[in-house]
């Protein structure tokens, strides 16, 4: 894993001391420096000197030019780079105090004032930084420690959070995985599906919802089946999200060619490693208008007319016959949706 984890023993005191080193000299943030409490990684975060940083939290001269950035410090005496961390990861548990150190980096030739929080709400309250506000010579590179106190009725699993450094009219956010260790659950559902007409194509809404303590990546597959046999079949595939606990996602899956006179049942399958698995189903009628009239036996026939007029078509189109050329499709259609996890009505 691209990370480290360090760790504080329950009860340690946040270190409020960050060493600042600029080409003319040393610089020490102002306000007081209590000592740190004891860690269970390692010595104590150091505190600020007037003869510089020490090598457990090292500041350096950087090259001039480009804005401030914010990322997790490297260890030892390296500069960060784009193979560093992309994000903190921490993992203690309930009652833990866990801490790291947080770089910020100023090439330019002024220093900057930058403000510090932790983000956004939940595990985001349980981080502290060594101070709120933080001077940044120019051309020099801090390392600024925080914790992150986990309470003790903190539940298992992922807490996503993150750090926000603002100033000099920007802002940067480093994520911080936070999990608290204890049984880990993974669960999701499928909810509220609905089939809606977008032309002569249809869209399928849904959302998905984590309901465990883990983060989940999912994948979803897709059936629908009508009275003349699979209208749908789409093989399960990842999406482009990832699922926060208690995170509900909003999503939506493109039919290009929904059937025009049919009564389909769709259904949606989700799965995310750790055995979460979710599944919900909704029905939709299609129906032309010109056959709204008809009896149900004349729809069921005007139905199978126009699948085989259908295949008929699609075999053209394959051999290059006349038949490619032939009217596309009938005439106006609407979708009504209902079923479980679906709102009925019609959308003409």
Known sequence: MPSRTRSVAPGAALATAVALLSPAGAYAAPGPAPAPGPSASGPSAPRSSASGPSASDPSASVPGGGPWTAAPA?????????????????????????????????????????????????????????GKEVRVPPRTRAAVPFTV??????????????????????????????????????????EDVT???????????????????????????????????PALRRAARTLPVTLPPGRRVPLTEPWPDPPALDSVNVRLTATAPGGARGTAAASYTAVPWSAAALPPAGLLAGAALWRVRRRRRAAGLRQGSPAAEAPQGPPQESYAASGTGARAGADA
């Open 195 to 229: 089939v809606e007409r977008r032309g002569s194509a249809a869209v399928i809404r849904y959302a998905l919802v984590n309901r465990g303590n883990t983060t989940l990546t999912p994948r979803l597959a897709v059936d629908a089946d009508g009275l003349f046999g």
């Open 149 to 190: 106190t986990v309470p003790r009725d903190a539940t298992p699993g992922d807490h996503p959070a993150a750090l926000v450094a603002e100033g000099d009219g920007r802002t940067a956010t480093v994520p911080v995985h936070l999990r608290v260790t204890g049984p880990v659950l993974a669960a999701l559902s499928v």
């Open 74 to 130: 490297p260890g030892g005496e390296a500069r960060p780079s784009a193979q560093d961390r992309p994000y903190f990861y921490l993992e203690g548990v309930p009652g833990a105090v866990l801490d790291d150190r947080l770089s910020l980096t100023n090439p330019g030739g002024s220093a900057v004032t930058l403000r510090l929080r932790g983000g956004p709400a939940g595990a985001g309250g349980w981080i502290a930084t060594a």
